[in-house]
Each structure stands twice: as C-alpha cells, then as structure tokens.
C-alpha cells in the first residue's frame, strides 16, 4: 500500500518571502500522480500543482513549484514570494495511474504567513 | 460555475440517530468519491463510484455506513446507526475518468458532522 508522510506538521513565513514543504511517499509503482492540495480556513480542498511520475521536468503553477525526485520518493512545494492568503492546510496526495483511482493523502502541514 | 455541491454543510445529531449526506456531481462527471477528515486519521476514502457503480468501498465500515448513487446527479453518504467516533468532516469529490487520462478530483465544500 502507498504511504505520504509530511514530516512538518507546521511552518511559518514572512510575507513575500519563500518557503519549501516537504513530502515523501513510499510505493513500488512507476507510474503514478502527486498532487498538492491547499487547505484554507474555509474548508474547501483546492488543488494547487500536480505532476506526473513519467515526467522529469518539474511543475509550475505561477508562485508554486515542486521538486520532484523520482529515485529518492521526494515531492517538495516551495511557494515563492509568499501572500497572506497562502494561510491554510497544505496536503500532499499519491494517486496510481493504473490501479485505483483514490487519492493517498498525506497529515498535512500547516503553514502560517506573516504580516 | 460548475462546482461539487454538497448538503448539509453543518449536522449536529445524537447518538445512534441515523444521518444521510448528500452530494451533487459536477454534471459530466462520471466518478464521484467519498473522503473522511479528522484529527487523527486525515483524510482518507472510503467509497467511490464509476457510472454509479461502485468500484472501491473497502474504506467504509461496513456494518454502519452504506454509499449509493441513486441517478447520475446524486451520491448519498448514510451512517445507521451513528456513533460518536463518526465525527468527522466528510468530503464528497467527483471527476471525468476516460481511459488513463489524468483527471482532476474536484471537491465539494464538506459536510461537517458532530455526534454527540
């Protein structure tokens, strides 16, 4: 069974600034999907980036990027010029591309942006 | 605006009271899923649908929750009898799956449910 371990249950930034969350996931497949999921205050579960295991260049979204190390199971979101509505949950998620099509979610990081 | 809807937002039962979630599909979509949060577990599924058929409930507690999708506009969630260690915030998602395509999971709102 695969597994997604967020071993920062909590981070701060300064506004403007950049920050990385962690993420590693343990599976035997080769094919797959990783995700990042944010989290505000509302509840709503927003996806913010994904990537596909058979892709070596790595993510963008605007401010959010990963770093994706295939070989070493390590997902890692860094948001750049962080803005107080970064606030919230963040989630990493493992999902097959073969198998099942449900999402495997990491606990989360809780990450705090300061004025 | 096409989003997953999800009713009610917020239930507050009693123990041993049954409960029923509700959870409209963005139209098209074909799969709707079925997710639990809480403090200690995070979040996890426990069914999903392809075409209203069910392809994964091995999440769900068996003996008191029960999920079906009545039309393709329609996924219920029902817990018989509920009990405290229920409560949860109970998150219903749905996508359009063809062939291996990669495909967003789109989530509704939630529904947060206290058991007292």
């Known amino acids: 069974a695969q597994t997604v371990t967020q071993s920062q249950p909590e981070m701060s930034v300064q506004e403007a600034e950049t920050v990385t969350l962690s993420c590693t996931y343990d599976t035997s497949e080769n094919n797959y999907y990783l995700f990042w999921y944010k989290q505000p205050p509302s509840r709503q579960m927003i996806l913010v980036i994904r990537?596909?295991?058979?892709?070596?260049q790595n993510a963008t979204e605007n401010r959010f990027s990963v770093n994706f190390q295939k070989a070493a199971k390590s997902f890692s979101l860094k948001i750049s010029d962080s803005q107080l509505g970064d606030t919230a949950m963040y989630f990493c998620?493992?999902?097959?591309?073969?198998?099942?099509?449900?999402?495997?979610f990491g606990k989360g990081t809780k990450l705090t942006v300061n004025p | 605006d096409a989003r997953v809807t999800q009713t009610p937002r917020h239930k507050v039962t009693e123990m041993g009271q049954e409960v029923t979630m509700r959870c409209q599909p963005i139209?098209?979509?074909?799969?709707v899923f079925w997710y639990r949060q809480t403090m200690m577990q995070g979040l996890e599924l426990l069914a999903y649908?392809?075409?209203?058929?069910?392809?994964?409930d091995s999440g769900m507690p068996k003996d008191r929750f029960s999920a079906e999708m009545p039309d393709a506009t329609l996924a219920t969630l029902k817990i018989q009898p509920s009990e405290p260690r229920d409560s949860a915030v109970y998150f219903c998602a749905s996508g359009l799956v063809l062939r291996a395509v990669n495909n967003e999971q789109f989530f509704g709102p939630g529904t947060r449910l206290t058991v007292l």
């Open positions: 649908f392809r075409n209203r058929a069910p392809l994964d």
């Open positions: 990537q596909e295991a058979y892709k070596q």
């Open positions: 998620a493992f999902r097959s591309q073969g198998g099942s099509e449900k999402l495997v």
């Open positions: 139209l098209g979509h074909n799969t």
